[in-house]
């Protein structure tokens, strides 16, 4: 039973074991809360769409699965929960490449 894993370390599987070609349960990437992090209100120009979001903060709408990660809370669906006047936290890009390793 061989493992491996072929996800980019901005990806939301990174660290979730492939086996015999088969993805396991993903496994939860930590995001960690700093007093860096920003308090925002999702307008409606990212209403459903955190990828956009991800776009415009970080140059990188791959990166749109932290929101959620870093606000398990507030947002447990990551796109449905993405709604107009929802506050959130986001973390900055520096605590990102920390964190996730690129």
Do not use: C, H
């Amino acid at each position: 039973m061989a493992t491996e894993t072929q996800y980019s370390p901005r990806s939301p599987y990174f660290t979730t074991p492939k086996v015999n070609g088969y993805l396991e349960v993903r496994t939860d990437r930590s995001i960690p809360k700093l007093a860096s992090d920003r308090r925002f209100e999702i307008t409606t120009k990212y209403q459903l769409r955190p990828d956009m979001l991800a776009q415009d903060l970080y140059d990188d709408a791959q990166l749109w699965w932290v929101f959620a990660q870093r606000n398990p809370n507030t947002l447990q669906d990551p796109i449905y929960d993405f709604v107009v006047g929802k506050k959130i936290y986001i973390p900055t890009l520096d605590t990102l490449k920390k964190a996730l390793g690129f």
